[in-house]
């Protein structure tokens, strides 16, 4: 299964975003260039991740982005489902039922065995998905660190970051 890059942009703007100041906001093109990324394509997540109530938008020249939940509130499905939509990874097309000399219809009453193994798989994902919140993410990660990233997140808030009145 391959999610689009757009996930590990969200999870990670998230992230970042979970970091603001209380009222502060942070520009899609600030969040572009701290990742790295394309400030265009960047901004079709983040409106997917407003959408979906996970980020509340500012806004205005002095506007941005920041979360509309707490990061314990927000779960990796959340963000995988706001950018990547509810549809299963799997879709069967029952290619089974194509070809030469197809079979009558009574072979096909239940789902394709292989459709069934995929959908076993995508709820076990999905659920350890739920059960995986941004807060969790940055628990691990502030675990792991030995300052350098903190520093480096903090650097670019003090930088970038847009105070406003909540």
């Known amino acids: 299964m391959k ?3 757009g996930v590990e942009q969200g999870i990670h703007c998230t992230a970042v975003l979970s970091g603001l100041s209380e009222g502060g906001v942070l520009s899609a093109a600030a969040l572009a260039e701290y990742h790295g990324v394309s400030t265009s394509y960047l901004l079709k997540h983040l409106q997917a991740l407003s959408g979906a109530g996970i980020l509340e938008t500012v806004p205005g020249p002095k506007g941005g982005y920041r979360l509309a939940k707490k990061p314990e509130d927000i779960s990796l499905l959340d963000i995988v489902l706001a950018v990547e939509g509810p549809a299963p990874a799997f879709r069967c097309s029952e290619i089974r039922q194509r070809g030469p000399n197809p ?3 009574r ?3 239940k789902p ?10 995508e709820r076990a994902y999905r659920a350890e998905l739920a059960n995986t919140s941004v807060a969790d993410i940055l ?4 675990a792991d660190d030995d300052g350098g990233i903190a520093a480096r997140g903090c650097a670019f808030m003090e930088m970038h970051e847009r105070k406003m009145a909540r």
């Open 3 to 5: 999610l689009g890059d």
């Open 103 to 105: 079979l009558p219809q």
């Open 107 to 109: 072979y096909f009453t």
């Open 112 to 121: 394709c065995q292989i459709t069934a193994a995929m959908l076993r798989a």
């Open 139 to 142: 628990a691990e990660l502030s």
